[in-house]
């Protein structure tokens, strides 16, 4: 039995607010659609937190690693350093809210997601007589609809029995060439034909083209069934599927298909 649900990945804008030492940065993240060949622009807004305060702004290109953490990576493939401008590009110095523009001209052969991101240096300052320098990264997606090749393929599986249910772990690295998002990982028990549990990733996070996210699921039932139990985890994103079947039987992991 396959487990079959739906859930696209989200392009959006997250208006939530990043607080650092010096600056506070909205919104923390732009995700953002685009058809090709065209213009594109987006914008975020810095603040000081208190005084005055001078920063440097640079577009670069940048990644996610397999626990989510995204750094900046010279590089990264799928860049959009090439087609993306910031605005202004320079060392300023504010003393108020303004607006850093994104500038884009999606090349008219571009295909899937490109990104990059916009860093927001406010330099060094004294905190208790030690030195810190404060960077925002502000992670920025863009995807070209209409072109989407979603792929996906799981490794490392392995999936433990315990009086309370089943935990099951492993990696979903994206094969495609647009990102994915962790939200649309889906676990689900199987035992005697019927569903007996079900459980989805936590909070969702993307997956760039080439990258990897380690996972962990934690089904609760009322005590592990007796017998072979099969586990489907399933990564599902505009309409393409990865999945694999774990089975358990007698504390011992089996992968019988590994798509």
């Known amino acids: 039995m396959t487990l079959r649900a739906i859930v696209a990945v989200a392009l959006a804008l997250i208006a939530v607010p990043l607080m650092a030492s010096g600056v506070a940065v909205q919104p923390t993240h732009l995700y953002l659609t685009a058809k090709p060949g065209t213009a594109l622009d987006a914008e975020v807004t810095v603040a000081p937190a208190s005084a005055a305060t001078a920063i440097r702004i640079t577009l670069e290109p940048f990644v996610i ?5 995204p750094r900046t990576c010279r590089d990264a493939g799928r860049s959009i350093a090439g087609w993306a401008r910031a605005i202004p590009d320079a060392h300023i110095r504010i003393d108020q809210p303004i607006g850093i523009g994104v500038s884009l001209t999606v090349p008219a052969d571009a295909e899937g997601s490109y990104s990059g991101v916009l860093m927001i240096d406010a330099g060094t300052e004294n905190v208790d007589g030690v030195a810190v320098r404060t960077k925002v990264a502000v992670p920025i997606v863009v995807t070209v609809v209409g072109t989407e090749q979603p792929a996906a393929s799981f490794s490392k599986l392995s999936a433990t029995a315990n009086g309370d249910g089943i935990v099951i772990s492993g990696t979903v690295t994206n094969r495609g060439n647009c990102v994915l998002s962790t939200g649309a990982l889906f676990a689900a028990l199987h035992h005697g034909g019927a569903a007996v549990g ?9 997956i760039l083209p080439g990258g990897s996210r380690n996972f962990r699921f934690e089904i609760p039932l009322s005590g ?36």
């Open 224 to 259: 592990a069934p007796a017998g072979d139990v099969e586990v489907y985890i399933t990564s599902k994103a505009h309409g393409a599927v990865a999945q694999a079947v774990v089975r358990l039987a007698a504390a011992e992991l089996h992968v019988e298909r590994l798509e």
């Open 198 to 206: 079900m459980e989805t990733s936590g909070e969702a996070t993307i």
């Open 65 to 69: 690693d397999a626990n989510g953490s």
